[in-house]
């Protein structure tokens, strides 16, 4: 297993490092937050390829850190001497396993005696006049010349490596590129035939050529002889079309996988990324040691991607897995325990969330958990009426500017645990306004029962007196007067009372409080709490 994950000046990484789990670790964050980069990363770091082609092909300017970089350049500018930007990826590996003490050294940048592997790019010594001659040059720019950098993939014991070390495979799948017109890739092709022994394979080689020669000796024979018979005009040999026999021609880039009775390459994208990702999971742990899946949640329906969840989950074995993802469902499903947050490049850590959160969000797996885990300042409203009546007041007060436009994220917690969503909170160290009515109670009792997730200035609750009613909607007579809220509500039944009504028809009663023209008083504890998040 990987252990630890340092990665330095590649792309949105300065100075990153990471700790996985031995098994799922599940990686989360805004958009540019690094997680494709991380996966990139560990892939490069185990193979010495991106996109399947040697990192050494591909380097580009852009792969280096752009704030080191521009760094570097200002400092040049200045007249100043600094170390040219270089790129560092090391995964350090658990000397569990006997296969690779072969991989083991001080050759790292912690000095550890560990099995490992290191990708360093770094201006090539070979090169050194020529890099100096460019940056000498005038009106040269603020670009870093990788034609001068060398690519050096090593072990920990420092000797070079040419292909992947024995024991280290991995499969990267990433949903959000599939096309079906791409039709089958290498690595999807090689994964199925994991399926194809030894000897099926000699057989089918045999087979496939003898079909080659026989299409040259019938199917072509009428038209060889037309291009024999024009043959002088041609050459001064005899020209004649053959079945290519040539190894480029193997049954294996002919084999074409089929979904039901639809090729696969096309076969809808859903199918495609669910078929990938299973494959790879399917995969001998001798085969594939690590899994690194982008997103699996693209393409895919609720159903679908139900299924794939459940496959990942029953054939992850003993594999180290990094999956990306947008879905709070896959988060929820897979386990907050396992989750990774990324922030701008930077990991994030917190505190162990207990078992029984772990397993109340699995079974609540619909709740939009990532917008707890993604925000940076969050109200917790008990209901959806209470998170409507939030986000008036919050208008009214910044001239119709909505709390996400602030970086504010209401959420409702209609049926969802209030406690349970603020030890996530608080394990994430998320500032946090949760909105919630007293049912009669002092604000002390509630409080006391989640004392453990408040602090002071970062996560507070905010509940009104119960000398002004018990739910929000005697709180909003309270503070308006009965005459001004029943003008604006719909109601048509005389002998109902206002309370009575909005109390039957809460969320309808908010509606249309929340769409009224009229000028409205909120409760002193939602002001409080926009006070509080602002």
Known sequence: MIERIVIRGYRLFQDFEMVPTAGLNIVVGGNEAGKSTL??????GLTGRVDGRWAEEQLNPYWFNQK???????????GNSLKAPEILIELFLSPANPDIHILRGVYNSRAEDAPGVRIHIRPSTDYSEEFASYLATPDRPDIIPVEYYEVE????????????????????????????????????????GDFVEAKERAAISVAHRSARHNISETALAEVNKRIIAEGTKLHDKDLALQMDQSAGASWEASVVPHVGEIPFALAGQGPQAAIKVALAMNRSADTTSYVLIEEPENHLSHTSLTQLIARIEALAGNRQVFITTHSSYVLNRLG???????????????????????????RLSGFDTLRIVLADKLVLAEGPSDEM????????????????????????MAGVSLARA??????????????????????SHWEGKVAAYLQPGKRQ???GDPADGKTLEPQLIHANGDATLRALLPITDDTKT??????????DAALKIVESKTSITFPDYLMKAIEFVE
Not at 39 to 44: G, K, M, P, R, V
Not at 68 to 78: G, I, M, P, R, T
Not at 338 to 362: C, Q
């Open 153 to 192: 993939w090593q072990d920990f014991a420092g000797a070079i490596l040419h292909r992947r070390p024995k024991s280290l495979g991995v499969s990267f799948i990433d949903s959000r590129t599939i096309r079906s017109t791409w039709g089958l890739d290498y690595h999807t092709r090689e994964m199925l």
């Open 336 to 362: 907050l325990d396992k989750l990774r947050l990324l922030h701008a490049g930077t990991p994030t850590t917190f505190s162990d969330i207990s078992a029984d959160t772990v397993l109340y969000f699995k």
């Open 498 to 507: 206002t309370l009575d009504w909005m109390t039957g028809h809460k969320t």
């Open 389 to 412: 009546l939030f986000e008036r007041a919050f208008r009214d007060k910044h001239d119709d500017k909505t709390p996400i436009e602030a970086g504010i994220d209401v959420l409702s």
């Open 68 to 78: 080191l970089v521009a760094n570097y350049f200002a400092e040049l500018a200045a």
């Open 39 to 44: 996966l990139e990363a560990i892939s490069l």
């Open 461 to 463: 609750l905010f509940i």
């Open 422 to 443: 603020l030890e996530l909170s608080a394990a994430l160290d998320r500032q946090v306004a949760g909105i919630r009515d007293n049912d009669g109670k002092q604000p």
